[in-house]
């Protein structure tokens, strides 16, 4: 069968025996279709949203930041308008919890929904007053990073080059299992420590002398006073404990004492 003769819909195969005369045609000239050149265009990236702040910065609207975080229940320090490491790792936080990039920088999004969903700061709030309680801090507390603990007043300071940045209650161990008195450092720290002696957690731990370590205390958050510890300096504050752990590095000094 030759070429010419099949067609869309067949017709032309059908009817074979009725042969057309041939007669010249004429043959049309063809110029060379043109094809248009594409100029590849990259994939369009997203712009990050400006940062309003980040490490580093200091500052009113620092201030600002973290009285509103203090607000929104993820900062437990004090408000010192000097955005460090814990102040990042709040952002983060919050961040997280509303489904935005952690990134523990304050961009456009993050402020916008911070300043939404908390109230403006007083100006107590920005300002906070300094901590008084330093007439009762023990010397050696008075200059460096400190985790200073005082059995007399059952308080656990946090201070800084003789700022106290932050405090919370704390028990002992009994007289059978003293809490040792002296100047440490904290030499290890364990986020969901067990312990392997009594088979009981010991959240947020930060060990400063053999086995005995500052932690949270479900038992201590539910009886209070009524109970001891081993031996290690318990906190009832998960909050406040967990924004201490974060902050303390290895190497930081622990003092206690009467």
């Known amino acids: ?40 265009t990259s994939a369009r990236t997203p712009t990050p949203a ?12 620092v201030r600002e930041l973290q009285a509103r975080l203090r607000r929104a229940k993820v900062y437990a320090l004090r408000v010192s308008g000097v955005y460090g490491a814990a102040t990042e790792r709040a952002v983060a936080a919050f961040q997280r919890a509303h489904d935005l990039p952690a990134t523990g920088s304050v961009d456009v999004r ?6 939404r969903l908390t109230p403006q700061p007083t100006r107590a709030e920005l300002y906070p007053p300094a901590a008084t309680g330093s007439a009762r801090l023990d010397p050696r507390c008075r200059t460096g990073r400190v985790i200073c603990i005082s059995k007399s007043a059952r308080r656990l300071y946090w201070v800084v080059d003789g700022e106290i940045r932050m405090s919370m209650s704390v028990r002992f161990g ?3 299992q003293p809490t040792r008195n002296g100047e440490f ?3 290890r720290k364990s986020r969901d420590h067990v312990s392997s002696l009594y088979h009981t957690p010991m959240p947020y731990a930060m060990f ?3 086995g005995q370590a500052i932690h949270y205390s479900a038992g201590f958050a539910r009886q209070g006073y009524a109970g001891t510890s081993h031996g290690c300096v318990n906190t009832r504050d998960r909050g406040k404990t967990a924004a201490l752990f974060d902050t303390v590095r290895i190497g930081d000094k622990v003092v206690i004492y009467r």
């Open 1 to 40: 069968m030759g070429v010419g003769l099949t067609g869309c819909d067949g017709s032309a195969a059908a009817n074979p025996t009725t042969a057309a005369t041939p007669t010249a045609t004429h043959t049309p000239t063809f110029s060379p279709a043109v094809t248009p050149t594409l100029t590849p």
């Open 50 to 61: 400006p940062l309003v702040l980040a490490r580093g910065d200091r500052g009113v609207k």
């Open 110 to 115: 993050t402020w916008a929904l911070l300043r």
């Open 174 to 176: 009994s007289a059978y």
């Open 185 to 187: 450092r904290v030499y």
């Open 208 to 210: 400063f002398s053999g």
